[in-house]
Nanobody, 118 residues
């Protein structure tokens, strides 16, 4: 069983940066794949980026070159570094964990709001 808690969301101006964190509580964190997803108002949840044990990662086209996913197994945390944010990045961001890569979907956090606005 794994519990996930996201943090780090907030209001940021276009062109700004944010780092989201996902804290995992449970066992065997190091073997889980981790991922970030987002859901904008009125839209379906979409996958943003995934990282597997060992650090290999993949990104959705919208996240390439602007977002970086990483993990710290010793701290049982995953991160999403976002730069050059745009208004269309506004969404609730969720982290997930599981044994699939790059879109693990076994465990989910509650989400953190990111709003990009001037």
């Amino acid at each position: 069983q794994v519990q996930l808690v996201e943090s780090g969301g907030g209001l940021v101006q276009p062109g700004g940066s944010l780092r989201l964190s996902c804290t995992a509580h449970g066992s065997r964190f190091s073997i889980w794949g981790m991922a970030w997803w987002r859901q904008a108002p009125g839209q379906e949840r979409e996958w943003v980026a995934g990282i597997r044990e060992g650090g290999a990662s993949k990104y959705a086209n919208a996240a390439k070159d602007r977002f970086t996913i990483s993990r710290d197994d010793a701290k049982m945390m995953a991160y999403l570094e976002m730069k050059n944010l745009r208004p269309d990045d506004t969404a609730v961001y969720y982290c997930s964990a599981g044994d699939r890569y790059p879109q693990p979907d076994l465990y989910w956090g509650q989400g953190t709001q990111v709003t990009v606005s001037a």
